[in-house]
């Protein structure tokens, strides 16, 4: 067969061929690069698996090309053309918008499972928009945007693929252009599922009704869904139906974190022992920092990773110590966590306005600055095309040892934060971060208590997810203790459009 112009490993080659006899059964062929109308009436699952390093990301990704070379549609989730009914498709998807924002800085079009199961419907006016950035009908004229606002979308549309985004870009807010949204009732195409680790049953039914083909990518050593008892999708699927990468890639020059993710599967392997392993790694190769405190420069853009709640409680209030955060107010440049949104059914258009600027639950977002209404505030939405908007914002500082949270500001209804300094490694699944520091400590908790999980320690899963979240360098904090900062808290770094989008919020009589 004719692979794709990479180079494949043995176990990569053996994995694209199994994916193409399931791809050519449904009528797709990627040797010829042609497709065939969709045949009904068989269900097709398979599970491709590897750790951390084994080439999972690579597949997805030459998978994608060459479903697009043979004439296949994206969809995308935020948009979809009439005419996608009449041709075949497929769609890319992660369980949360972390882990679809991480694929789509790798270059693969990823959108949320809750995106493809309930889909946007348009105003028709606007629809004319959509149809003409997906290159599927003329420019239309718009009474109440110009040749420039158009200008604006289109440019965007080519360097995000996103018709919200697009349409955000040209002064437009989510509810202008979406009235509302439905569940999905016709099933799509093929469906390719990344982080299938954290999928629960119900997720996977859903998905088995929409996608009559359908590709899971997964991580098996990494944390199961918290309420499925250490059990994953993966041990539902026939042994037939899976395939396993086995072999690690790396740069030309090692990867000490993948060596250290990789270590954590000797059964042999005490914590003790690797954390010798640790110190042995960092003083040979400086991607890897035997850490004796906590970074608090770092906390502001990527969160300490933790095992214990008290323990995320207690450094996200050390951090706001150390740079003097008044207890009545937040900083610029304090980083947050969206817990979600608290707005009644009356206020979807609100609702719509927040969800198609990225600002959905697990959101990372950095605060910006009080809004020009009371309990608005101003944020940068980590990864979002259009980054920066203002919002009815509800604020919780959690508090060691007191059952409620502290609420410093908050409007009646908004969006509703978290402090995002530290989170638990449960909640980072999916993300990943250039530079990760992970408290140590908590982890050496886990290992006295000796909990197993799916057959592993605890603390080898807690660890090896933790590790795995760095791309860069990996700092394995080793003490209870803080850093002093090297200046204030900065928003400079963080890019700007050119218009932040403010978006208002609705009397309560609306």
């Given at each position: 067969m004719d692979l794709p112009a990479v180079t494949f490993s043995e176990d990569q080659a053996e994995a694209w061929d199994?994916?193409?006899?399931?791809?050519?059964?449904?009528?797709?062929?990627?040797?010829?690069?042609?497709?065939?109308?969709?045949?009904?009436?068989?269900n097709r699952v398979m599970a491709l698996m590897g750790k951390a390093g084994s080439g999972k990301t690579l597949l997805l990704s030459e998978l994608c090309k060459s479903l697009k070379a043979a004439g296949l549609d994206l969809v995308s989730g935020d948009y979809e053309p009439r005419k996608l009914a009449?041709?075949?498709?497929?769609?890319?998807?992660?369980?949360?918008?972390?882990?679809?924002?991480?694929?789509?800085?790798?270059?693969?079009?990823?959108?949320?499972?809750?995106?493809?199961?309930?889909?946007?419907?348009?105003?028709?006016?606007?629809?004319?928009?959509?149809e003409w950035l997906?290159?599927?009908?003329?420019?239309?004229?718009?009474?109440?945007?110009?040749?420039?606002?158009?200008?604006?979308a289109f440019a965007?549309?080519?360097?995000?693929?996103?018709?919200?985004?697009?349409?955000?870009?040209?002064?437009?807010?989510g509810s202008d252009f979406i009235t509302g949204w439905k569940r999905r009732e016709e099933p799509l195409d093929i469906g390719f599922v990344d982080e299938a680790s954290m999928l629960d049953e119900r997720q996977f039914d859903d998905l088995r009704e929409i996608f009559p083909n359908l590709v899971l990518f997964g991580d098996p050593a990494q944390l199961a869904p918290v309420n499925q008892s250490g059990k994953m999708v993966f041990d539902t699927i026939a042994d037939v139906n899976k395939i396993e990468?086995?072999?690690?890639?790396?740069?030309?020059?090692?990867?000490?974190?993948?060596?250290?993710?990789?270590?954590?599967?000797?059964?042999?392997?005490?914590?003790?022992?690797?954390?010798?392993?640790?110190?042995?790694?960092?003083?040979?190769?400086?991607?890897?920092?035997?850490?004796?405190?906590?970074?608090?420069?770092?906390?502001?853009?990527?969160p300490v990773l933790v095992w214990r709640n008290a323990t995320r409680i207690r450094l996200i209030n050390a951090f706001r110590n150390v740079f003097e955060a008044p207890e009545t107010?937040?900083?610029?440049?304090?980083?947050?966590i969206c817990d979600g949104l608290e707005l009644p059914l009356k206020h979807r258009k609100k609702r719509l306005d927040l969800e198609a600027r990225g600002l959905i639950k697990g959101a990372q977002v950095i605060y910006l600055g009080p809004g020009k209404k009371p309990g608005f505030s101003r944020?940068?939405?980590?990864?979002?095309?259009?980054?920066?908007?203002?919002?009815?914002?509800?604020?919780?500082?959690e508090k060691p040892d007191e059952a409620e949270p502290f609420i410093p500001f908050a409007a009646r209804m908004g969006a509703t934060f978290l402090h995002g300094a530290a989170v638990t490694i449960h909640k980072a699944q999916g993300s990943q971060w250039e530079q990760v520091q992970?408290?140590?400590?908590?982890?050496?908790?886990?290992?006295?208590?000796?909990?197993?999980?799916a057959g592993q320690p605890l603390w080898k899963r807690l660890a090896y997810v933790a590790i795995t979240r760095a791309s860069e360098r990996l700092y394995w904090v080793v003490r209870p203790r803080l850093s002093r900062p090297s200046g204030p808290l900065r928003i400079d770094d963080l890019k700007a459009p050119a218009a932040p989008l403010e978006l208002q919020q609705e009397t309560p009589d609306a």
């Open positions: 199994r994916v193409a006899d399931m791809l050519r059964g449904a009528g797709v062929d990627l040797d010829d690069g042609t497709a065939e109308p969709a045949i009904e009436g068989r009449e041709k075949r498709s497929f769609a890319v998807l992660a369980p949360t918008n972390k882990a679809a924002s991480v694929l789509r800085m790798r270059g693969v079009p990823a959108t949320t499972i809750h995106r493809i199961i309930y889909t946007p419907v348009y105003d028709p006016q606007y629809e004319r928009i959509a997906m290159g599927e009908g003329e420019k239309p004229e718009i009474e109440d945007l110009g040749e420039d606002a158009l200008d604006r965007s549309f080519q360097t995000h693929g996103s018709v919200p985004a697009a349409l955000a870009s040209a002064g437009l807010r990468l086995h072999r690690i890639h790396r740069q030309q020059a090692e990867n000490p974190i993948l060596d250290l993710a990789h270590a954590l599967a000797d059964p042999a392997l005490e914590f003790h022992d690797f954390e010798r392993m640790v110190e042995e790694k960092a003083a040979q190769d400086d991607r890897v920092v035997w850490a004796n405190r906590v970074e608090v420069d770092l906390m502001a853009r990527s107010e937040l900083l610029p440049g304090e980083p947050l944020l940068h939405v980590m990864g979002a095309a259009e980054p920066q908007l203002s919002a009815a914002s509800i604020v919780k500082i992970v408290f140590a400590p908590d982890l050496y908790a886990a290992a006295r208590m000796g909990r197993v999980e």
